[in-house]
Structures are given as structure tokens and as C-alpha cells.
């Protein structure tokens, strides 16, 4: 089963700066990677597709990079709706599954 | 548009069995590549996969909860039911619906329906 670990798992920013979040996967999972964003008492909401594609009406501040076991996403100027949970996801193949990163808190600093 | 809505107790005691029921509408089971997982998380805790339907009927599970989970689909009705035996307190958690179409990822999740197990 293929792991992914996130770091860090607490990152705390202010409004403007730049964040950069890494997953990075225990065997290569292609560019099958995905981000999500999730607040508290919500739903995951999909952000990134194929380790670098936005999803439907994605900010451009938000973008993701990487292929093989290690992936970014980068959040280019942080307003204040973007302090949230983040977590990566892959699929594997066989066993055909699914699996997430244990999350990165970003917080206010 | 796409929604799905997840429904079920919110309560359920030891050794029972859960029984969810995800009713989606905007899409249907039917297209090709069409697809409609179950993921839940604990409290405070991290996302976890649980299971998939495919449009064709073919099922795919967690490999650490594969005994214990079944899951099924109505597409007349827009219905993907997830049941889970032998429920203990660790399986405490928000249990979501979600779709995937054609690609590794889940585009459209439900809001999610907590259970709780307790005595």
C-alpha cells in the first residue's frame, strides 16, 4: 500500500506570504496526485488534479507541481479563506485504492 | 448540478451493522467512467477511503476493511448504499459520498453524516 506523508504537518503564515506544502508518496504514483481543501465542519473540496491541474473555479494563486513520489502545492499570496486543512491523495493501480496524506494544518500566524 | 447527500443513523451500537445510503443527482451511475466512492474520517483525524462502484458494476475496497464492507448501487434510483459490519467505537466518524468521472479523484462530495458507535 503506498504511504503519503505531508509536511509540514502545521504551517502557520500570515495573510499575503506564501505557503508551500509537500507530499510526497513511498512508491511512485505518476502524476496520479490530487489536493484537497478542507475547513472545519466541511467537506474536502478538490483543488488540484493530476498533481498540477486546477479543478473548476480553482484560484490561480493556487498551483501544483511534481511527479513520481514527490509533489507541491504552493499558494502563491494566502488571503484569509485559505487557512484550512490540506490533504494529498493518490490511486493506485492494483490494488485499485486510494489513499491520503495525513493533512497540513495552514494557520493564521 | 451535482450533488450527493449521504443518509443513515447516527447512531449505532457495538457488533451492529451500518447501513448509508448516498442519493446523488446531476449525473448518473450509468455514464461510462462514472463512479461513486465512500470516505470517511474520524474526528480530528485524516481522510480514509473505504470503497467504489463503478457504472459497470465493478467493486473495488479498502484492502484493511475489505471483510467487513459491501457495496452496492440503484441506478434507477441514484442510490449507492455502503454497508459495514461488526461496527465498533474506533469506526466513529463522518462518512462521506463522493463521485469520480473518468479521473483519479473525487470531483463532488456529499456534506457528510456522522456516526457515532457507542453502547
Known amino acids: 500500500e503506498i504511504v503519503l506523508t505531508q509536511s509540514p504537518a502545521t504551517l502557520s503564515l500570515s495573510p499575503g506570504e506564501r505557503a508551500t506544502l509537500s507530499c510526497r508518496a513511498s512508491?511512485?504514483?505518476?502524476?496520479?496526485l490530487a489536493w484537497y481543501q478542507q475547513k472545519p465542519g466541511q467537506a474536502p473540496r478538490l483543488l488540484i488534479y493530476?498533481?498540477?491541474n486546477r479543478a473548476t473555479g480553482i484560484s490561480a494563486r493556487f498551483s501544483g507541481s511534481g511527479s513520481g513520489t514527490d509533489f507541491t502545492l504552493t499558494i502563491s499570496s494566502l488571503e484569509p479563506e485559505d487557512f484550512a486543512v490540506y490533504y494529498c491523495?493518490?490511486?493506485?493501480?492494483?490494488?485499485?485504492?486510494?489513499?491520503f496524506g495525513q493533512g497540513t494544518k495552514l494557520e493564521i500566524k | 448540478q451535482v450533488t450527493l447527500r449521504e443518509s443513515g443513523p447516527a447512531l449505532v451500537k457495538p457488533t451492529q451493522t451500518l447501513t448509508l445510503t448516498c442519493t446523488f443527482s446531476?449525473?448518473?451511475?450509468?455514464?461510462?467512467?462514472?463512479?461513486v466512492g465512500w470516505i470517511r474520517q474520524p474526528p480530528g483525524k485524516a481522510l480514509e477511503w473505504l470503497a467504489r462502484?463503478?457504472?459497470?458494476?465493478?467493486?473495488y475496497y479498502s484492502t484493511s476493511l475489505k471483510t467487513r464492507l459491501t457495496i452496492s448501487k440503484d441506478t434507477s434510483k441514484n442510490q449507492v448504499v455502503l454497508t459495514m459490519t461488526n461496527m465498533d467505537p474506533v469506526d466513529t466518524a463522518t462518512y462521506y459520498c463522493?463521485?469520480?468521472?473518468?479521473?483519479?479523484?473525487?470531483?463532488?462530495w456529499g456534506q457528510g453524516t456522522l456516526v457515532t458507535v457507542s453502547s
Open positions: 493530476d498533481a498540477s
Open positions: 463522493a463521485r469520480r468521472y473518468g479521473g483519479s479523484y473525487f470531483d463532488y
Open positions: 446531476g449525473f448518473s451511475l450509468s455514464t461510462s467512467g462514472m463512479c
Open positions: 512508491q511512485s504514483v505518476s502524476s496520479y
Open positions: 462502484i463503478d457504472w459497470d458494476d465493478d467493486k
Open positions: 491523495q493518490q490511486r493506485s493501480n492494483w490494488p485499485q485504492m486510494y489513499t
